[in-house]
Structures are given as structure tokens and as C-alpha cells.
């Protein structure tokens, strides 16, 4: 990396969302590690997801900065403090990311021509700033929050549509066209024909991302070279894997400001994991935006109960779901967990980097958000997977197929309404969390194979190492590009 470097400026442009924003704000402090500017803009309601990281970068004298515009929230027709989609009641998501955040493009431009950046670092849910970008003659870089493996599934069943040529009877296709054979239910994809707004947004995102100069994946290459490979070969994808983004956290007490404040003292989380065996405690928690049924919360509780495995269980303090706990939690369960010391359940939010790297935990139960999985993978944890939605079941494939350090509970049906969703039962939960954080061949198998990719992750993110040294070829290439475009614009004049 040349010395020009110091002077490039990126906006980092992240959807509005914790799990589009955390690792962004993780992919900035990396770009102003490595002497860029880096710059975060997003909307004053969701400042203090990234001040801590702005904090950091007072502190190590990096060039971090934090750009605040108004979210228009009467104009959206959503209520005051809606800014995140953790916050919008699940039936305004969809319109909050469709219709409200292309409001944002406006005050988006206005900071593009007062500060000038060199490019945009801007979330793939915001298709509208490949035209932002194009209209500054700037090059706009999509950040998706994905990974390789579900970009190659997603590009192949938008262009194959494989469900919709199913005889009758057929319930499972296989994705066409991927190194693997990845054969997936019809009912773990999303029924595009019955939600033609999110068909039109999909095209809207696949053509946008055509129109950008590339994609940066948090990922890394040793993770899924023959996806990195497919992606950038068969479909001819420019992309640079630059991951996992979370090990850029330096100290536990850095780990612990990542995301929003915990809803539980570190302190206190931290030693009581220290009070367990290594590999013994069972992580339940399923990402930043998911909800359940009580009767589902209930469900779970009555599998901790019976598997006798501590556990630190997050449920989400949003909605009408987990409003009352007496709903869902069996009698006398928080005074058994309490007296026994055998467990913790977190309303709110966890500091789940700092947990999954704790010795003591043995396994994680996840709905496979990517962030999820990849914070687990970079902590050597394996996976017990509850796919809901989004391109979760793809990424359960990924996890229990492909990499194998995963175990599915066995959900069927993507849905993003929990009331619509199947419901799991303690005893299958039971069953399958016992496989994998017993002591058996199986648990045991899985656990050495989730070390080892730990180990390859923390060696991408190394000097030299892959991810590391993709970052410097994307530098290089800002840096090259911001040459070719001040050239002709000379040449212009
Ligand atoms: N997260 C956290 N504490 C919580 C819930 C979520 O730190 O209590 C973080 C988690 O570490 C991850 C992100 O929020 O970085 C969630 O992203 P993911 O892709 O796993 O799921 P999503 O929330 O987008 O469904």
C-alpha cells in the first residue's frame, strides 16, 4: 500500500440495521487501520452504534469520522425513533427498507459534494446509491452483510428459479449450477411470486450491484475458496474478502462496545462463564431482529430445562412476544436457574463476541444470520442452526453441508412472521443440542473443525494473510481508480 493511502477517503454507508451496521462500523476501523479515512454516515438515531468506535479511533490516532443526517420520519409515515430495523415493528420493515430509506438520498448527496470522498462503501439494501455514485463519478462498492456461498445460492435461484419448476408433489430442488450439491426444501426459499414488491427489489439490487465496481465480503477466502472463486470466475464478479471484521476488536473491553450497550453487566456474564468447565455452556440467541411466539420461548426453555446444560439464553426486549415472561418461562424457572447457578437469560442485548470467545462455551444455537455464524466460526464454536428467513437456510448448508460444524434443529419453512412459523419442540431441541456439545465422536469432530477454521480466520486477518492482503489490493485500486478519474477529468477541461 503506497503512502497515498493516508489521504483516500471512504463513506461507509451501512443499512439501517445492527446486523448491516456492527460489521461496517468493524470494516471502517480496519480501512483506518490501514491509514484511510474513514468516514460512517447514517442517521442521528443511530449514532451510538458507531461512536464507540470513533472513540477507539481518538484514542489509537486513526482518521475515523461520523456523518449524521435526520432520518425523515414523518415523511417515511413512521413513528418518531423508527430508524433502525430493530426498532420497526415487523410489519413496517418492509416498507421502512423499500420506501423510507431512499429518503435518505438527498442529505446523502449533500454530504458527498461538501466532503468529496474518493468512493462509497454503500449497503446493497440501498440500490439508489449506485446513481448517487455514478452522478459524483465515484466508485460505489456494495457491502451486503453476506457472504460468498449465499450470494452464489441467491444469484442462482433469481436467474434458475428452480421451485418454480417443480413437478407436482416435488417439495426439494437442488441449486443449480454451485461446486456442491446443495439441495434445499421449496419451502426454505421465500415464494417470490407470492411477494412481487421483493422481486422487483431483488432486481433492483442485483442491477445496481452491476453498476458498482465491486463487492466487499466479510469473509475469507479459506473459508470458501471454491465460492470466492465462483463468484469472481463463473459469475465474473469483481469482490475482495476482507473478514472476519469482528477480530479487528482489539481488548475484551473493545469487544464489549461493539453493538448496543449490553443489557447485562460484562463483568458479571464474564465470570460467571468463568465458573463453568471449558466447552460446557450452550449460547441461545438468535441475532438482532428475529422474534418468537411464547409458545416457541417456551419451548426452548423446557429444552435447557431438560438438557441440564448451563446455558446463556438472549431473548429480545422488543414487541409482544416476549412482553411477559410468565408467558413463556415454566414455573420456577429463574429461581432453579438462579439457586443452581445454571444459567443466564438476557433480556436484551448480549455482548456475544465477548461470549462465543469464552473457553467455557461449547456450543451456539443460532438463526444463522451471517455475522452470527462468522463471529462463531472466527471463535472456533460449532453451530446448532435455526434458519427463520432472509438467506438464513443458505447459510445453514453452508454451515452443516459444506463446512460441517454444524448441526440443524430441523426448521423447514422460511418465514419472517413468527406467529406463521413451525413450531420446534423441546424434545427435538433437546435431542439435537445433546449431539453436539456432548462428548461424542460427532460433538467432538465438529468442535476440531470449527478450532481449525478459527485458527485460519485469525491467520487471514494477519499481515500477509489473505484478508489482510485483499484489503491492500482494494486500497491499491481505490488509490489507481482515484488517479484514472482525476486524469480525465483534466483531460475533460
Ligand atoms: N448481536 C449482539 N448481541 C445481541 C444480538 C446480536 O452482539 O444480543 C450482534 C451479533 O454479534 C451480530 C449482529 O448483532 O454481530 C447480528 O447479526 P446477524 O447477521 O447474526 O443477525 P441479524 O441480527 O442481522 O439477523
Keep these: 500500500m503506497g503512502p497515498e493511502a493516508h489521504n483516500l477517503e471512504v463513506f461507509f454507508f451501512p443499512f439501517l440495521a445492527p446486523g448491516h451496521m456492527i460489521p461496517a ?30 472513540d477507539w479511533a481518538n484514542k489509537s490516532g486513526r482518521h475515523m469520522r461520523l456523518l449524521l443526517m435526520p432520518f425523515p420520519s414523518s415523511e417515511a409515515g413512521l413513528p418518531e425513533g423508527c430508524e433502525n430495523v430493530a426498532s420497526v415493528p415487523a410489519e413496517l420493515q418492509f416498507k421502512f427498507m423499500i420506501t423510507s430509506t431512499p429518503l435518505l438520498r438527498d442529505p446523502l448527496e449533500r454530504l458527498i459534494r ?28 456494495v457491502f451486503d452483510g453476506t457472504n460468498f456461498f449465499s450470494n452464489c445460492v441467491t444469484h442462482s435461484l433469481q436467474y434458475h428459479a428452480p421451485s418454480e419448476r417443480l413437478a407436482e408433489g416435488e417439495t426439494t430442488f437442488v441449486v443449480p449450477g454451485l461446486p456442491h450439491r446443495i439441495e434445499l426444501l421449496k419451502t426454505q426459499t421465500p415464494d417470490m411470486r407470492a411477494m412481487p414488491e421483493a422481486a422487483d427489489f431483488l432486481r433492483q439490487l442485483e442491477e445496481s450491484e452491476l453498476r458498482s465496481f465491486g463487492m466487499v465480503v466479510n469473509s475469507f477466502y479459506e473459508l470458501e475458496p471454491e465460492y470466492a472463486d465462483h463468484y469472481r470466475n463463473a459469475m465474473g464478479r469483481k469482490a475482495w474478502h476482507v473478514g472476519p471484521v469482528s477480530l479487528c476488536r482489539e481488548d475484551t473491553a473493545d469487544e464489549a462496545t461493539r453493538g448496543a450497550e449490553s443489557s447485562i453487566d460484562v463483568a458479571d456474564c464474564l465470570n460467571w462463564l468463568d465458573s463453568k468447565k471449558p466447552s460446557s455452556v450452550l449460547y441461545v440467541s438468535f441475532g438482532s431482529i428475529s422474534l418468537f411466539t411464547s409458545v416457541q420461548l417456551r419451548e426452548i426453555a423446557l429444552a435447557l430445562e431438560a438438557s441440564n446444560l448451563p446455558f446463556i439464553w438472549v431473548v429480545r426486549d422488543f414487541g409482544d412476544s416476549a412482553g411477559h415472561e410468565e408467558e413463556w418461562l415454566p414455573e420456577g424457572f429463574r429461581n432453579k436457574v438462579s439457586e443452581n447457578n445454571s444459567g443466564l437469560v438476557i433480556r436484551g442485548w448480549a455482548p456475544q463476541v465477548l461470549i462465543l470467545n469464552h473457553g467455557a462455551v461449547g456450543a451456539f444455537v443460532t438463526h444463522c444470520g451471517w455475522n452470527s455464524c462468522l463471529e462463531a466460526i472466527s471463535a472456533g464454536v460449532p453451530l446448532v442452526t435455526w434458519p427463520l428467513s432472509g438467506e438464513q437456510f443458505y447459510n445453514e448448508r453452508q454451515m452443516t453441508e459444506v463446512l460441517q460444524i454444524g448441526t440443524a434443529v430441523g426448521a423447514g419453512a422460511w418465514t419472517r412472521r413468527a406467529e406463521e412459523r413451525e413450531l420446534i419442540k423441546a424434545e427435538q431441541i433437546e435431542k439435537v443440542v445433546s449431539r453436539v456439545i456432548g462428548g461424542g465422536e460427532e460433538a467432538e469432530g465438529k468442535r476440531r473443525k470449527a478450532r481449525e477454521l478459527a485458527r485460519r480466520a485469525r491467520r487471514a486477518m494477519e499481515e500477509g494473510g489473505s484478508s489482510y492482503s485483499d484489503m491492500d489490493r482494494l486500497i491499491d485500486e481505490l488509490i489507481e481508480e482515484r488517479r484514472k478519474i482525476a486524469n480525465q477529468s483534466v483531460g475533460d477541461k
Excluded: Y
Design 25 to 54: 462500523v468493524d470494516m471502517a476501523r480496519l480501512f483506518a487501520s490501514r491509514g484511510v479515512k474513514a468516514t460512517v454516515v447514517t442517521t442521528r438515531g443511530n449514532a451510538s452504534l458507531v461512536q464507540p468506535a470513533i
Design 114 to 141: 461538501e466532503h468529496q470522498p474518493d468512493c462509497i462503501i454503500s449497503d446493497g439494501f440501498f440500490p439508489w446509491t449506485a446513481d448517487v455514485a455514478l452522478g459524483f463519478g465515484i466508485p460505489r462498492i
